[in-house]
């Protein structure tokens, strides 16, 4: 299986070409925390002309899907629609917490996993899987101290751009087994799990853990007519 994966949803610009029979044909990586609109679809041509793959030789696209920033999703998961929409194939989700803590999980450690992501205020966007992949904590977003209170399913491997965040509230008499700071997911992994993904349970739509922050009222009308009488 060919796989064209794109990644725009934190401080990165990646893109990569999997076969899937042999690994990574080509990938390309920038660090950014904007522009990525403008570096993107160059990126993009780069790396398929690396590869030697066309786009219609390609059986699926894969993009991240956040938690990240909700521009740097939008430029992603567009490319990718529209990518996937002229070559007639399927386009997948991937979120960028599962991309974080897939390699890791790969490994099959004992120690639990805790991807993070710094949701700012105080919180984080996290989630808890056993070394073997199990869930222990479902993606959510939440203050620090209570993706602290994780700390009771062992000693874990902290991964994502929060993971030194955690690290440094971290209980001191327990450190955590390591602690890797990264500014997005690797793109690689990104297109392994976009192969594994099923198109119909994982979405190219923006995957939002925090409400937004304006509500509409429940009668929309609510104050926009006068009393009954008047």
Known sequence: MLILSIDTALDACAAAVLDTAGGVIAQESQSMKRGHAEALMPLIARVMKASGVSFAALDRVAATTGP??????????????????????????????????????????????????????????????????????????????????????????????????LAERWMADVPPFKVDQQAAPDIAWVAWLGAAVNPESSPARPYYLRAPDAKPPKDPLAGALPPSGS
């Open 68 to 165: 990240g920033s909700f521009t740097g999703l939008r430029v992603g998961l567009s490319a990718a629609r529209g990518i996937a929409l002229a070559a007639g194939k399927p386009v997948v989700g991937v979120t960028t917490l599962t991309a974080f803590a897939a390699p890791i999980v790969s490994e099959n450690s004992e120690h639990p996993v805790i991807s993070a992501i710094d949701a700012r205020h105080d919180h984080v966007y996290f989630q808890a899987l056993g070394g073997d992949g199990r869930s222990l904590i479902k993606p959510k977003v939440a203050p620090i101290a209570e993706a602290l209170d994780a700390a009771r399913f062992g000693t874990p491997h902290l991964v994502g751009n929060a993971a030194k965040i």
